[in-house]
T-cell receptor, first 109, second 115 residues
Framework: LAKTTQPISMDSYEGQEVNITCSHN???????ITWYQQFPSQGPRFIIQ???TKVTNEVASLFIPADRKSSTLSLPRVSLSDTAVYYC??????????FGKGTSLLVTP | NAGVTQTPKFRVLKTGQSMTLLCAQD?????MYWYRQDPGMGLRLIHY???????AKGEVPDGYNVSRLKKQNFLLGLESAAPSQTSVYFC??????????????FGDGTRLSIL
């Protein structure tokens, strides 16, 4: 399993863009990068997944440099409802997941 | 579409009691998982199953047993509950990984307190 490192916490104001970077130096060739979001009292929810370059969906963008040793989750114009814990996961097997402690994002007015 | 349903949502046990947590999914997923989440910690994998009738140990399996008799159900058992098992338990399911990772779908958790 690739080990991931991400900030423990981040703060932002409403309307700002938030970028959360995850380091994964020992990512394997076949590994994908997946981000989940978890609200209090709920289970994690899949946000976005990518292998290389850039992936964008209606919720976020994921930027992956050519060496794939890091990735950045970008949340455009965050709102209060984006306050949550964000997990970066790296791996291939559907069951070998290491969620770690994630990044706790606090959005304030 | 219910997705992943966990039963019960809350439970308080006394040390030494036994209980079973039920997870049911209606998405025809092959893979199912049980995690625990403690305050300030991420999710830790307890056991998982890659198909009906098969189970395997995760990161923290001690004190727990599981069974996958039906594809849609995954049971987590505590034979003799201990205070250290006080936690929030999450069940998840997914399709098998092929060329890409298949995202996991989570239930809303079971909050278990052991006194």
């Amino acid at each position: 399993l690739a080990k991931t490192t991400q900030p423990i916490s981040m703060d932002s104001y409403e309307g700002q863009e938030v970028n959360i970077t995850c380091s994964h130096n020992n990512i394997a060739t076949n590994d994908y990068i997946t981000w989940y979001q978890q609200f209090p009292s709920q289970g994690p929810r899949f946000i976005i997944q990518g292998y290389k370059t850039k992936v964008t969906n209606e919720v976020a963008s994921l930027f992956i440099p050519a060496d794939r040793k890091s990735s950045t989750l970008s949340l455009p114009r965050v709102s209060l409802s984006d306050t949550a814990v964000y997990y970066c996961l790296v791996g291939q097997s559907g069951y070998a997941l290491n969620f770690g402690k994630g990044t706790s994002l606090l959005v304030t007015p | 579409n219910a997705g992943v349903t966990q039963t019960p949502k809350f439970r308080v046990l006394k040390t030494g009691q036994s209980m079973t947590l039920l997870c049911a999914q209606d998405m025809n997923h092959e893979y199912m998982y049980w995690y625990r989440q403690d305050p300030g910690m991420g999710l830790r994998l307890i056991h998982y199953s890659v198909g009906e009738g098969t189970t395997a140990k995760g990161e923290v399996p001690d004190g727990y047993n599981v069974s996958r008799l039906k594809k849609q159900n995954f049971l987590l058992g505590l034979e003799s509950a201990a205070p250290s098992q006080t936690s929030v338990y999450f069940c998840a399911s997914s399709f098998p990984s092929t060329a890409s990772r298949q995202p996991q779908h989570f239930g809303d958790g079971t909050r278990l307190s052991i006194l």
